[in-house]
């Protein structure tokens, strides 16, 4: 599903990522975990196209397509989607309103009729009460005077509007208490399928107890330098980074 | 739930967008590409008289209107005034000294204006307004709007009429007012701007050609959106209509107002003065939408706007203003409210666009003099590309307006980094129980904004759309439903490029 070759960025010119190689399969489930400053939310941010990124080498193609051309908002009519680590506010916009936006953008960029605002709105509410929020959320103004938790739960829940074919979570799971985390990890587990993937950023062993990766991945200075299953994330927990990247 | 609302949102905000792009050279670029829509010019036959300013031509205007002689010598007063005041020069704008020698201050159609149905309108009329989006028919039939459009100086057209006489309701042009209800026209007219109020007051008061007259007697709730669309066609005319709207104990109305002036390279002048009487308990809402020809992107031509609004609420009555300018090269523009019986309430949303090279200096005047007043002002301005855009408000509370409330927010949002936003607020508070509050921001579109908003499958111009949408939700939502109806014709042109 994604295929990510050699890829070297820079930002302001100052190189960050160096090399890096991914590989990402349908129905798979991919931790990345990494110190800070390793370049783990710019993968985030390269992968759904952010500009203020120059990709100076190497290619990143999804679904068997070149995508390093491709407008942000092109890639997430294929099927991406990034939960941001700081999701951003946009006062007097409701969140309902925002969605109902992102989600008949993105049919209409694959050919389909808008979805009727009845049809919306049930599936928002199914939705709301797999993520154990309340209906006054859709109301709200996106992200404005939102908790750090709450923003983090409104990036799962247009996660699961969108219904991406690749999930990006760029530390979900920071700022969650233990409770909100089991919900988020619920939620993302419960859109779980053979038909998508996800890569899950993160800086700690906690989240995998409740999402199972498939692979997890040490990215250090810019390219992976471990990749291993699930015992990985463990033994990183208990040796440090220093015992790990030698 | 909100869902059904954003729609009509959308549309207003689409002839925002145009102007507003994600980088500085996007902007630049889009808004230099991105021509006025309204700039044709109609042929009709036209009765015009030779420019200048004298009294000679204001009696020929008098004339020509076939008005009566004490409305002839208030237009005279009105002109011995004007000798005596000079141009205002405080705002912050910037232009030529205006010569008022220059100007052509009376052209109409030549056809017979005063109409029964559309069949008998001139072809190249309807024309117009099938150019300017504003299907007559279509309007009657989506929003049972009662329209009056004035084309250069002269009232052309108005629906509905007769409906609203049933209610005893009169909406005409100010010719017809000054003919049929000159009692109405005597007691009111310039009892609230009076021509020595300033100087384009008093310009306007000496040659204004026409306009709109609205009345609404005691008790009635008027049933229907009242509109008025202006548009300047002439070359080298001036517009200087006059609208007067009364509105007796407890009765209630609402009232719109559209322009558009084909594009030119001279400057052309508009002062038009509107004077809104609220009686005791009465309720007048006024929403705007400006789209004057603004210039080119190098600032040649455009429509100077130099209006004067200003209301008076009587006891627990309400005025309210809402306005959206996006045309015009300068705009000077402060509707105000002059809140004189206990327990009034005047109220001002704007949002305020700017691009290119233009300048606009506008905001509020609440003058509190009533018991327990209260006024809110909201304004919202977005400057894009070289242009200046500035709130400028006065908030007075006089001795005995004694427990009044003000609230003001003025909020400014910058596209680029060539453009700026001043904010100019006046506060004057002369009793110790009266509470005033201003709030002011400054804010820029962000680049994260955007990008959170193309990944979620949102493209650039959609979600400038959806950012400036929010920025001005709180304006936008004043608006009347019907008025979403006629902005979308208004500025379905202006979209036609940007978009496609």
Same mark, same amino acid.
């Given at each position: 599903m994604l295929r990510i070759q050699d890829l070297f960025c820079t930002i302001n010119n100052t190189?960050?990522?160096?090399g890096l190689n991914l590989n990402v399969k349908a129905g798979e489930v991919h931790a990345i975990m990494g110190p800070n400053g390793s370049g783990k939310s710019t993968l985030a941010s390269v992968i759904a196209g952010d500009d203020k990124y120059d990709v100076t080498n190497g290619n990143v193609e999804f679904l068997n397509k070149n995508i390093i051309d491709l407008a942000p908002e092109l890639r997430a009519a294929m099927g991406v989607f990034l939960s941001f680590q700081y999701p951003v506010e946009i006062p007097g916009v409701s969140v309902s309103n925002f969605i109902k936006i992102a989600v008949n953008e993105k049919r209409k960029q694959n050919g389909l009729e808008p979805m009727s605002s009845t049809d919306l709105l049930q599936e928002m509410k199914k939705n709301l009460e797999l993520l154990k929020m309340d209906s006054s959320f859709l109301s709200r103004?996106?992200?404005? /005077?939102?908790s750090g938790g709450e923003k983090k739960r409104n990036e799962i829940f247009q996660m699961s509007m969108l219904k991406p074919k690749l999930a990006i979570l760029d530390?979900?799971?920071? /700022?969650?208490?233990i409770d909100a985390l089991k919900i988020v990890a619920n939620g993302v587990n419960s859109l779980r399928s053979s038909e998508n993937a996800f890569v899950i950023i993160t800086h700690y062993q906690r989240l995998l107890n409740y999402i199972k990766p498939d692979y997890v991945h040490i990215l250090a200075d810019g390219a992976i330098v471990k990749s291993a299953g699930p015992e990985l994330a463990l033994e990183l927990e208990k040796k440090g980074y220093e015992g790990i990247i030698k | 739930m909100h869902l059904e609302h954003v729609d009509v949102e959308k549309v207003l905000l689409y002839n925002l967008?145009?102007?507003?792009?994600?980088d500085e050279k996007k902007i630049i670029k889009e808004v230099t590409e991105a021509e006025y829509k309204y700039g044709f010019v109609s042929n009709f036959d036209t009765d015009t008289i030779s420019p200048g300013l004298n009294e000679d031509i204001i009696k020929t205007i008098s004339k020509k209107k076939k008005e009566p002689d004490w409305m002839l010598k208030k237009r005279l007063e009105a002109f011995e005034v004007l000798k005596t005041l000079k141009q205002p020069e405080w705002a912050n704008v910037e232009y030529p000294d205006i010569d008022l020698q220059n100007i052509i201050y009376y052209s109409a159609p030549k056809k017979k204006v005063q109409l029964n149905s559309l069949d008998e309108a001139d072809p190249e009329l309807l024309k117009t307004f099938t150019r300017l989006g504003i299907s007559i028919e279509e309007q009657k039939r989506l929003a049972g709007v009662a329209v009056d459009v004035v084309i250069d100086s002269v009232s052309v057209s108005t629906s509905f009429k007769e409906k609203l006489s049933e209610l005893g309701i009169i909406f005409c042009s100010m010719s017809e007012a000054i003919e049929k209800h000159p009692e109405l026209i005597k007691k009111y007219l310039g009892s609230v701007v009076p021509a020595k109020d300033n100087y384009f007051a008093a310009l306007n008061a000496a040659v204004f050609s026409d306009g709109s007259f609205c009345f609404i007697p005691k008790?009635?709730?008027?049933p229907m959106e009242l509109s008025t669309y202006f548009r300047i066609n002439e070359a080298g005319t001036g517009q200087f209509e006059r609208t007067l709207i009364v509105a007796e104990e407890q009765s209630y109305v609402s009232y719109l107002e559209g322009c558009t002036a084909p594009q030119r390279d001279e400057n052309q002048l508009h002062a038009a003065v509107v004077e809104l009487v609220a009686l005791d308990s009465a309720e007048i809402k006024y929403s705007t939408v400006q789209n004057w020809y603004p210039g080119d992107k190098n600032g040649v031509g455009g429509v100077y706007n130099f209006v004067t609004k200003r209301g008076v609420a009587h006891k627990n009555a309400k005025i309210s203003w809402t306005q959206v300018e996006t045309g015009s090269a300068i705009t000077w523009k402060y509707p105000s409210c002059i809140l004189k019986g206990d327990d009034s309430v005047g109220e001002f949303f704007s949002i305020a666009v700017t691009k290119n090279h233009q300048q606009a200096d506008t905001g509020t005047k609440m003058i509190h003099m009533g018991k327990r007043t209260k006024s809110t002002i909201i304004s919202k301005g977005i400057s894009a590309g070289k242009s200046n855009s500035s709130y400028r408000g006065l908030v007075k509370i006089n001795r005995n307006a004694e427990n009044s409330r003000n609230f003001s927010q003025c909020d400014s949002l910058l596209m680029g980094d060539k453009c700026g936003a001043h904010t100019f607020p006046y506060i004057n508070v002369n009793n110790k129980n009266s509470i005033v509050e201003h709030e002011a921001t400054t804010s820029k579109i962000g680049e994260d904004q955007l990008f959170y908003c193309n990944q979620r499958g949102i493209g650039e111009k959609e979600a400038i759309a959806l950012i400036v949408n929010g920025y001005c939700k709180e304006v936008l939502q004043r608006l009347p439903m019907e008025f979403a109806v006629e902005a979308k014709n208004l500025l379905e042109i202006t979209l036609e490029d940007s978009v496609g």
């Open positions: 190189p960050v990522l160096k103004y996106l992200n404005d /005077g939102f530390e979900t799971d920071s /700022g969650l208490d | 967008i145009f102007m507003l792009e994600k008790g009635t709730h008027c």
